[in-house]
Every structure is written in C-alpha cells, then in structure tokens.
C-alpha cells in the first residue's frame, strides 16, 4: 500500500500569472510557495494543496509538448471547493469580477447547493455546500 504523505491537485495553465493573481486575490488562498512570475506555485487550504504550473513545462518532460493544448470540448475536470455558505461565497467572488456560468441553486439529487464559474484558464470551480 502507498502511504500518501500530502495530496495536491497541480493545474497545468497557460495564463500562469493570470490564474496566480485569481487564486491569491480573488480566492484568497494563502500562497505556500512561489509568486506570479515563478512559472510554478502552490497555494495551501486545510485539506489539500492546490498547484499552478506553466503547461508547456510538463509538456515537454511527459513528451506532449507536440499535442495541442486548446481544444473546444466539454470540461473535463472540475475544482470543488466546500464553503460554509455557497450564496455568501458566491457574491463575495461575483463582487471581485468573476462571471459565474451557474448561479447557487439546491442539487437535490446530488446533496449539494452548488454555483459554478471559471479560472483564469478555463479551469471549472464549482462552490460546494451540503444541503440541510
């Protein structure tokens, strides 16, 4: 069996100091390493890390740096993001700029209130809190 020692989610982005400014200031995520122009950065929450990484530089050491990275296609991967309270959360980030593509609406079928919008990068977050 692996013994896990920390989990992090590292995003691959081409808009790095774009969604580094987004994660900081808008999100408000305690930066744990590196600034916006370190091409890499780690932000920390309770749970999890969150990483940013130019794409091209993962790319190049897995050998996909020949392979498109934009493509029009459904999101493939979403960033859920437990909040207390998703309608206070929700209009603290719409307050900061961010255009949201869904507003809070109860999931029933899924136990969640969620609202949904996207990063810098086109990376789905979506806020999430458990129905009571």
């Known amino acids: 069996?692996?013994?896990?020692?920390?989990?992090?989610?590292r995003l691959l982005v081409k808009k790095f100091k774009e969604c580094f400014i987004f994660y900081k200031d808008v999100l408000e995520l305690p930066v744990r390493y590196g600034d916006e122009t370190s091409?890499?950065?780690?932000?920390?929450?309770?749970?999890?890390?969150?990483?940013?990484?130019?794409?091209?530089?993962?790319?190049?050491?897995?050998?996909?740096?020949?392979?498109?990275?934009?493509?029009?296609?459904?999101?493939?991967?979403?960033?859920?993001?437990?909040?207390d309270d998703v309608d206070h959360a929700f209009k603290d980030i719409k307050s900061k700029g961010v255009e949201f593509v869904t507003a809070p609406a109860d999931r029933k079928d899924w136990g969640c209130r969620t609202a949904h919008f996207y990063d810098p990068d086109g990376n789905l977050i979506e806020l999430n809190s458990d129905l009571l």
């Open 39 to 83: 091409d890499y950065a780690e932000f920390k929450t309770d749970a999890i890390h969150l990483a940013l990484f130019k794409h091209n530089f993962m790319a190049d050491v897995v050998g996909k740096n020949n392979k498109p990275f934009d493509t029009d296609s459904q999101d493939r991967t979403a960033i859920i993001l437990r909040v």
């Open 1 to 9: 069996m692996i013994k896990l020692n920390r989990f992090h989610i």
